[in-house]
């Protein structure tokens, strides 16, 4: 009798995972579940029966075995005895699903042929990144949703674009068919109606052959709240809470009802700790965006520190310094929306250890300034703070952009719908909401770009509104500006580097005329130092005389107006410049320019 247990023990030992794990010799299961009394496997395997596969105790409330007969594709579930009765819960580390109300599916991280997938994520100074909602992003169907695979078919427009990142809202199992992806049900599993893990795989390793990384939304702050089995899981709770995964005090409540996740208990730190490396480690992901990361850190996000949750903010740093020590170059990003230092501060330095963060200041600051009805109204300083601010000294500690998932719905629309509500074919609407894309594109920052964007997609965001290609050859123009600007951020041709640098100096910015001039440069000299132009105002300026930051020829290498990008367009004559020695705005030469309105200029120099 010893010698069996001996042999069990040793058994349980060598079979490492949690959830169900497929070997050679079976599928191993392992489930948390200290209030059990008894915990078996059920699935198709054995008909479903709980007394067929018991799992055996282990310390710390686990529960596992070896079944031999189970294999990849089964459907199955824990069945648990418990003081509350007998329960069948879905696997928390599942997979795959059938659907979120579904069963687990048994699912080999093993069997996808990556094909050798070995892609390094550009450096983050040449980063342009697509936020992409899966489910409306290529619907081919009426009423249908978008799947991971119909995404692939757009990832050659995404290049052609000069796009080389894509953030993949959240893609984890969700109640039914369309959502946000905001209130994962099954943190582990990939959306079914996506197309499940190989869905993701497929679209990662088709978005790497491109030369595109794939960053990946995660909800850290709640789960669900609905068709989740990680609820009172074991049968246990304390306030009628939701048991061993949550809080079960005041600290569960948070927007999204009762459902954060209990950051001091190690089991549940573990399992949040084990879902980011899954990403980085089995899907191949480049980099993770944490959703509302002050409701990881605050009971209320309130700023309170009677509210902080010190857990929360040590999970973080645990996650956010293995990820920076096992995969290097991947990128964390925040959304946290305060515009804090410490959040982007590495954790030796007491920081949070985010790599970028979604920068408040600039998104609110830019669309206030291009929504605006009447130029003489337009704050050019808050536009001057908006781009010369960094976080801790690094431009590219901030995502910047005027268009997000949160900026274009809860009652706000597409920039250029704001600007003429129910008209974005309109002049004013396209020529700022150029605008507003020339300022991201041009600023120092790690520019983002909302899926539809380029189209001149109207109205807000919802997750039963698929974007209409139809409007790519509609307003053709408009998306190639969008392609030129994107190409000149990136120094395609070779001659403005400066937009990847950290460096930004503001030439002038002229309240009365409401335009922007400021020099861009990475290490500086010709090819590298960009001078960027914006006028906020209707006005044409014919001879507008501006200090130049160096003597010489300035060539210009986009120009926001051209009636290439839209016929209501001024296409007024704008040429290549010479400057002329005089002192202006502290510069020892300047150059007369032509300013078309609402207009974006990019010059730089040859030699």
Excluded at 47 to 53: I, Q, R, S
Excluded at 144 to 163: P, R
Excluded at 257 to 268: L, S
Excluded at 511 to 535: A, I, Q, T, Y
């Amino acid at each position: 009798m010893e010698n069996t247990d001996t042999e069990e023990a040793q058994t349980i030992q060598h079979f490492d995972g949690m959830g169900a794990t497929c070997y050679p010799e079976g599928v191993h299961y392992r489930v948390w579940a200290p209030h059990a009394e008894s915990v078996s496997v059920v699935g198709n395997f054995n008909d479903w029966k709980a007394d067929k596969n018991p799992l055996q105790s282990e310390e710390n409330g686990f529960w596992s075995a070896l079944v031999e007969n189970a294999k990849e594709g089964d459907e199955y579930k824990f069945s648990l005895k418990t003081p509350s009765g007998n329960l069948m819960r879905n696997d928390p580390y599942a997979l795959k699903m059938t659907n979120s109300a579904g069963n687990g599916i048994v699912y080999n991280q093993a069997s996808f042929d990556w094909q050798g997938d070995e892609f390094y994520i550009p450096a983050w100074n040449e980063l342009v990144i697509y936020e992409l909602h899966v489910g409306t992003f290529n619907v081919k169907e009426k009423d249908g949703v978008g799947t991971l695979y119909t995404a692939i078919e757009k990832l050659d427009y995404l290049k052609g674009m000069g796009f080389n990142a894509v953030e993949l809202m959240p893609c984890s199992e969700f109640p039914g068919s369309r959502s946000w992806g905001y209130n994962p049900a099954s943190p582990f599993a990939i959306e079914a109606d996506y197309g499940g893990p190989d869905g993701l795989k497929a679209f990662v390793k088709a978005a790497h052959q491109a030369g595109i990384a794939v960053i990946l939304d995660v909800v850290y702050n709640h789960f669900g709240p609905s068709d989740m089995d990680l609820w009172q899981f074991d049968g246990w709770c304390e306030n009628d809470g939701g048991g061993i995964y949550f809080y079960n005090d005041w600290r569960a409540e948070t927007p999204w009802g009762k459902t954060r996740p209990d950051y001091g208990r190690n089991e549940v730190r573990q399992y949040i700790h084990d879902n980011a490396i899954m990403w980085l480690r089995d899907y191949h992901v480049d980099g993770l965006r944490m959703d509302m990361v002050p409701y990881i850190r605050n009971v209320k996000a309130d700023g309170n520190p009677g509210n902080d949750i010190a857990e929360g903010m040590s999970l973080v740093q645990w996650i956010n310094k293995d990820v920076r020590e096992q995969f290097p170059n991947h990128i964390l990003i925040a959304e946290d929306m305060h515009s804090l230092d410490f959040i982007t501060n590495s954790v030796e330095n007491g920081g949070l250890g985010y790599g970028s963060q979604w920068d408040a200041k600039f998104v609110h600051s830019v669309r206030e300034a291009i929504i605006t009805a009447n130029d003489q109204d337009r704050d050019m300083e808050s536009i001057v703070q908006a781009v010369t601010d960094s976080y801790n000294s690094d431009s590219f500690q901030r995502i910047i952009y005027t268009e997000s998932h949160d900026e274009v719905a809860n009652g706000q629309a597409r920039v250029a719908e704001e600007i003429a509500d129910g008209d974005v074919n309109n002049w004013y609407s396209k020529k700022r909401a150029a605008l507003g894309v020339s300022l991201v594109l041009t600023s120092p920052g790690i520019p983002m770009i909302f899926q539809g964007q380029p189209l001149l997609e109207d109205k807000w965001f919802s997750d039963s509104d698929p974007i209409d290609w139809s409007r790519l050859e509609k307003f053709s123009g408009f998306a190639e500006l969008h392609r030129d600007i994107i190409h000149q951020r990136r120094n395609w041709f070779g001659v403005t580097a400066g937009l990847q640098g950290q460096n930004v100096a503001i030439i002038r910015a002229d309240d009365d005329k409401k335009v922007l001039v400021m020099h861009r440069w990475k290490d500086g000299g010709p090819k590298d130092s960009v001078v960027v132009v914006l006028n906020f105002s209707t006005e044409t300026f014919t001879d507008y005389k501006v200090g130049f930051p160096r003597g010489g020829k300035w060539h210009l290498r986009f120009n926001s107006d051209k009636a290439e990008y839209d016929p209501e367009f001024s296409n007024l004559s704008v040429h290549d410049t010479d400057t002329m020695d005089g002192e202006f705005d502290d510069c020892k030469v300047y150059a007369s320019l032509h300013i078309p309105p609402y207009t974006a200029l990019i010059y730089s120099q040859e030699d």
